[in-house]
């Protein structure tokens, strides 16, 4: 049987970035670590990090009580009253903060305080638009959607100007068509398409794989924003596709007579996980 690994498969640059972030501060020894919200959705990686002291960390409340040690910020980044925060309370920090992300804050920053109504393509209730929205400077004029009804339903107070960012994980093919959608409106709209590049990349790839492959695996941690999105992409392209977080989820009964699979897998996905399941694959057929 013929197997086929996505080459974009596994950590992205920014995650690879988060995740050494915090294995080099476990490394030098300087005190307890912790993490605003996990480094990264992986579980495994997570766990691993946890088993080696690293605290996770989910509020402002209990972000006041880590004097006694240094905060990670994670590669989804925070809003800037988090930054406000650590340095008020003079607790030390280190920002893993995904460069791509950081990027977008420094765009919504600018577009809202020239007056610009800041439109945001994504999930509103992921940590990385969660960040992406505190940074704008005025918050009762920043709308996130990711829907068409939500697009059809979109109206910016006083017909304002409007500022589109997206966030870096969305289906590039979905942020066209709400802009698209936007653009009909006739508003005087800037639209910046903040996909990373790895992302638009890895979607690309998957699509192109699962439509001429029998089955597909996508490998991904369940909270995972892109892997998600990658799955939703596989199984339009393949009916056989399955999402699994590790190798022990792998159901292999589904990969009996058929003559190919391919295999991709999420930017939080670490490359032990992804080579197991390869592996395991090339092996029991």
Known sequence: MEVILA???GFCFGVRRAVDTVYEQVAQENGKIYTYGPIIHNEEVVADLEKKGVCVVD???ELRNCKDGTV???SH?????IYDLLEAENIPYVDATCPFVQ????????????GCHVLIIGNENHPE???IKGWSANSAETSVISTVEEAYDFAPKGGKKVCIVSQTTFNNKNFQELVEIISKKGYDINVLNTICNATQERQTEAKEIAAKVDAMIVVGGKNSSNTQKLFEICKKECENTCYIQTLEDLDLSKLWSINSVGITAGASTPNKIIEE?????RVEF
């Open 103 to 114: 990027k977008i804050h420094q765009i919504v920053e600018k577009y809202s305080r020239e």
């Open 129 to 131: 638009v969660e960040g």
């Open 7 to 9: 080459n974009s498969a």
């Open 59 to 61: 509020t402002e409340e």
């Open 77 to 81: 980044g925070v809003g800037k009253a």
């Open 277 to 281: 399941v390869q592996k395991n694959v």
């Open 72 to 74: 990670i910020i994670r």
